[in-house]
């Protein structure tokens, strides 16, 4: 049971963590297209949704890892 929680917790952290740092670089994007004259608006939704996103999974593995003791 206990390894169950720890592989849960594992694969939440990192798709957490890649989701995180896709939405950042889609959001860094959006700047450089908007800087540009660029279309920019849908970009930074999409990029904004995967930085919540991956705060959201990320914060799920937290509370299984230290919400379980």
Avoid: H, P
């Avoid at 720890?6 to 700047?31: D, M, N, P, T």
């Avoid at 959201?56 to 230290?66: D, E, S």
């Amino acid at each position: 049971m206990k390894k169950n929680f720890r592989k849960k917790w594992f694969w939440y952290a990192v798709i957490g963590l890649a989701l995180v740092g896709a939405g950042i670089s889609v959001v860094g994007e959006a700047i450089i297209a908007k800087s540009n004259d660029q279309a920019w608006f849908l970009f930074g939704t999409f990029g904004l949704i995967l930085v919540n996103l991956g705060l959201c999974f990320f914060g799920t593995a937290v509370g299984l890892r230290y919400g379980n003791r």
